[in-house]
């Protein structure tokens, strides 16, 4: 797993996992990224690597409502300064847990 604490850019994949239990204003979080991230299951991911057709930037792996998100971005470049998603995504990542789909090109 890639441990972000800013933003890079070296061409590459990477995960996110954010635990909803350390989010101030959970619930507008997590509405927000149910709203931005497209919702894809492991299999459907393994499908895409394998077939080259990459997804969509953001993506929200196996999500069940749960206290716990996982974030898969397919191109870390294309992550913006002045996205809030993105900013989002660096301000409450944990290290605690290990993501769900930690494949990456």
Known sequence: MKTRIGFVSNSSSCSFV??????????????FILE??????ISELD???????????YNLVEYDDGDVMHIWVRRD???????HLADILFEFETSDIPPKYDRHY
Do not use: F, H, Q
């Open 47 to 57: 499908e895409i690597m394998e077939n080259g057709d990459y997804p969509e930037l």
């Open 36 to 41: 931005n991230c497209e919702s894809v299951t």
């Open 18 to 31: 954010i635990d909803l239990n350390k989010v101030p204003d959970r619930e507008n979080i997590k509405s």
């Open 77 to 83: 470049e294309a992550m913006d300064d002045n996205d």
